[in-house]
């Protein structure tokens, strides 16, 4: 099943030089499969463009982030697992580690919610700690 959504994103980041937070909202859909749910949304980003992203939970401890713009990424977030990636930027491609600390994934009959914790590496060195949590309203 397929539904028009508000999706309501926070996130906040702890990095060496201090914490960070941000929270959005934008109109998007989502699918509701049995395997995996689909939740996919485009940001206007002013300095960047249009930036669509596709996030799909598998089970309760798997997500995928797949974000296609000026800058690009595909992230997998697992729990208690380490995946590797590449961030793509208009000066380079940098290759990332990822290690998922929480993932969980709840619906109920008006939407859902997806928290995620994760810390992310270059060069095997932390650079930031990360907790999103994202809400999902059907409309």
Known sequence: ????????IVSKQRTENGDHAGEMSVLG????EDN???????????????????????????VSIVRNGQFSSEMMVEKNVRHHTFYRTPYGELTMGIYGNRVEWSTNDKGGVLKMRYSLDFNNGVVSENTMIIYIEEK
């Open 1 to 8: 099943m397929r539904t028009n959504a508000v999706i309501r």
């Open 29 to 32: 859909r989502v699918t509701y």
């Open 36 to 62: 995996k749910n689909i939740i996919e949304y485009i940001e206007n980003n002013e300095e960047t463009g249009p930036e669509e992203t596709t996030i799909t939970v598998f089970g309760n401890d798997t």
